[in-house]
């Protein structure tokens, strides 16, 4: 067996083991897993059965960690997007023409747009924009995302919560979700400063264990082996006729882009994390996105929404994680979790805070945190002194948090870097390519962002 996985994945060559990737696919898991039950919650709001989005999620989730383990050897894992999940409530919502577009077409345009990804890689056009991103961008992206994953973080632990006044403020670091939050991201740091083996997971299932007598974190009861609910009630309910119209036109483009920036920023970030990114490129990048793909088609017709890759990876790779074996793993964990729910509810279930409002989770909070910080490492090889390189480079960093949204980050980063470049007389050290990712994600904020505030 050990030959073979070091056959299929290069475990030395990549500087890792068995048992690394199987640690870092774990906290990988652990700190995604929330999507099982967020999922059927948005979908859920627009009539699709809850418990078939459950499975269909953990299924969606599993296939597309397998295209990225075996066709691109990364250790990224994917499932639904949160972002791209309420968007798709939000269409299927709509009235056009005095009729209700539902959750059938919303599930057909997510599938269109999956496939014209699939297309998109006979021209390797997403290689080319993968490439042509400015080193200086590129730098900024993994932080932007590190930073992103923190303030996630912080706002999952209770330590930093909404106020109508300044948007957000301190929480109650006297209520319980803070406090435990606080003593995991404390234990996990102290152990990554050790440099103990393991040092997140362990203070991932610490942390878990300790909040357990105070009702943190709670067994939700049930034998903890159940057989899955039935798929039949939302896989294969494509709409074909209800879907090509021309007022969907702009919601499948839309679709589109969303899950195109989505991953290429998501790939950058862990790429640079990772040190795989070389001279401006990536090797196998094509395959990776063709994960995100293969993902989104065949969970659109399991009866997903958009499935990407995803920014919680990074725990994995802090973990150590270095190829696809780590993926490997969390879809087998993904698969089980299918069977084993009140014990994957257990830890990455939420707790509703003392105040009221939406479930935090501090337990996986810690690690959230902990990985954004590493993840704003490359902010030191951004040229800071170069107004045109470190401008848009700061548009991205504080765009994807303060908009949370990875694609709107890159947006603003984009849209600023050549213009500043033109306007400095320095147009010509301009790829033609960024250009026109200038000019589409101009369009990104005037189409998709518009048409989601509207």
């Known amino acids: 067996m050990g030959e073979l996985l070091e056959r299929l994945f290069r475990l030395t060559d990549n500087g890792t083991t068995v048992r690394t990737e199987i640690r870092a696919g774990a906290v ?65 919502t709509m009235v056009i023409g005095g009729t209700a577009v539902g959750w059938r077409v919303a599930l057909t345009t997510v599938f269109i ?37 923190a303030f996630i973080g ?16 301190l929480g109650d670091l006297s ?34 264990v300790v909040g357990l007598p105070f009702g943190l974190v709670v067994y939700p009861g049930g034998a903890p082996l159940s057989a899955p609910p039935s798929l039949a009630p939302i896989a294969f309910q494509l709409d074909f006729a209800g879907t090509f119209t021309t007022p969907m036109v ?49 969970g659109a017709l399991l009866g997903c929404s958009t499935v990407s890759s995803y920014i919680e990876s990074a725990a994995g790779v802090a973990e150590g994680g270095r190829t696809g074996l780590a993926p490997v793993f969390t879809a087998l ?8 729910m009140p014990i994957v509810s257990m830890i990455g279930g939420g707790v509703v805070p003392a105040g009221g409002g939406a479930p935090i989770h501090p337990v996986i909070a810690p690690v959230m945190i902990i990985v954004g910080s590493m993840m704003c490492m490359s902010l030191a090889k951004v040229p800071w002194t170069d107004p045109t390189e470190a401008i848009p480079a700061f548009l991205v960093i504080i765009g994807m948090p303060l908009t949370y949204n990875i694609a709107n980050g890159l947006a603003l980063g984009f849209a600023a870097y ?37």
């Open 333 to 340: 964990l993904f698969l089980l979790a299918i069977f084993f």
């Open 154 to 169: 912080l706002r999952e632990a209770g330590i930093v919560v909404g106020n109508p006044g300044s948007l957000v403020t």
């Open 175 to 208: 209520q319980g979700a803070p406090l435990l939050a606080l003593f995991g991201l404390v234990l996990t740091a102290a152990l990554l400063a050790r440099r103990v083996k393991g040092a997140i997971l362990i203070g991932l299932l610490v942390t878990a």
């Open 250 to 298: 702009p919601i499948i483009i839309v679709f589109f882009l969303m899950v195109l920036f989505d991953t290429i920023g998501t790939l950058t970030g862990v790429g640079e994390q990772t040190g795989l990114i070389k001279e401006g490129k990536m090797p196998r990048v094509g395959r990776a996105l063709l994960a995100d793909a293969c993902g989104t088609t065949a």
């Open 418 to 454: 050549p213009l500043l470049k033109l306007l400095a007389g320095k147009g010509r050290e301009v790829n033609w390519l960024v250009y026109v990712l200038g000019a589409v994600f101009v369009g990104h904020l005037v189409l998709v962002v518009g048409f989601v505030q509207h």
């Open 113 to 149: 747009s999956g496939v014209l990804f699939l297309v998109l890689s006979f021209f390797k056009v997403r290689e080319r924009i993968f490439e042509a991103i400015p080193s200086s961008l590129r730098h900024s992206i993994a932080a932007g995302i590190g930073v992103f994953i």
């Open 28 to 92: 990988t898991f652990l700190t995604m897993c929330y999507i099982i039950f967020v999922q059927p919650v948005v979908l859920g709001s627009v009539g699709m059965d809850k418990g078939a989005l459950m499975v269909a999620t953990c299924l969606a989730s599993a296939l597309a960690c397998l295209v990225m383990a075996f066709v691109a050897n990364y250790p990224v894992a994917l499932a639904p997007c949160m972002g791209e999940n309420f968007f798709f409530a939000t269409v299927a």
